[in-house]
T-cell receptor, first 115, second 112 residues
Framework: DAMVIQNPRYQVTQFGKPVTLSCSQT?????MYWYQQKSSQAPKLLFH???????NEADTPDNFQSRRPNTSFCFLDIRSPGLGDAAMYLC??????????????FGPGTRLTVL | DAKTTQPPSMDCAEGRAANLPCNHS???????VYWYRQIHSQGPQYIIH???NNETNEMASLIITEDRKSSTLILPHATLRDTAVYYC?????????????FGRGTQLTVWP
């Protein structure tokens, strides 16, 4: 089945130690998104790629970076995680072309713990 | 910037219809209403979307008022597996590169 896969599902890191979360998709969608969801809050968009074009949200901290080496993969890098970065990180994909529903397909998320 | 207002919580008996309201009084003419839901510890899941006509699919029905300032998501026969947070989102289809801005949503609890 076509899907959005996130690895790992659970990640523990130390305060200040860089961490990378990964997302892959078999849907061949041209847009990939990263959301942050803190406990009991709604998902918040961090940034997205439209093909190779990176689009950062205005209030996303510089501590968060992303890479998209090809259509299928997208990475979220947190350069120096703080305690406040503990959250669920959600990856999503969509395809933007004439006639489509513009639906986003989400992965199961990676829950990040910062010690 | 969420442009919708939803009740924080609702409950519903299993087998009954669940009617989830959403206010979007500042919606503009080219903005669609999308509904997603998020079951605990899972990623959000698309349910349905519409512009001005009522829509129905295998999951739900969407009723949009004539002035488009509010809508209702209807789950016709709620099951325990429908317990989730339901998000109503207003967005331009396509032109904002698919950005979804989630509000607080409605926690729907379906009880046996």
């Amino acid at each position: 089945d076509a899907m959005v896969i996130q690895n790992p599902r659970y990640q523990v890191t130390q305060f200040g130690k860089p961490v990378t979360l990964s997302c892959s998709q078999t849907l061949n969608h041209n847009v990939m998104y990263w959301y942050q969801q803190k406990s009991s809050q709604a998902p918040k968009l961090l940034f997205h790629y439209y093909d190779k074009d990176f689009n950062n949200e205005a209030d996303t901290p510089d501590n968060f970076q992303s890479r998209r080496p090809n259509t299928s993969f997208c990475f979220l890098d947190i350069r120096s995680p703080g305690l406040g970065d503990a959250a669920m990180y959600l990856c999503a994909t969509s395809t933007l072309s004439t006639g489509n529903t513009d639906t986003q397909y989400f992965g199961p998320g990676t829950r990040l713990t910062v010690l | 910037d969420a442009k919708t207002t939803q009740p924080p919580s609702m409950d519903c008996a299993e087998g009954r219809a669940a009617n989830l309201p959403c206010n979007h009084s500042t919606i503009s003419g080219n903005e669609y209403v999308y509904w997603y839901r998020q079951i605990h510890s899972q990623g959000p899941q698309y349910i349905i979307h519409g512009l001005k006509n009522n829509e129905t699919n295998e999951m739900a029905s969407l009723i949009i008022t004539e002035d488009r300032k509010s809508s209702t998501l209807i789950l016709p026969h709620a099951t325990l597996r429908d317990t989730a947070v339901y998000y109503c989102i207003v967005k331009n289809r396509g032109s904002t590169l698919g950005r979804l801005y989630f509000g607080r949503g409605t926690q729907l609890t379906v009880w046996p």
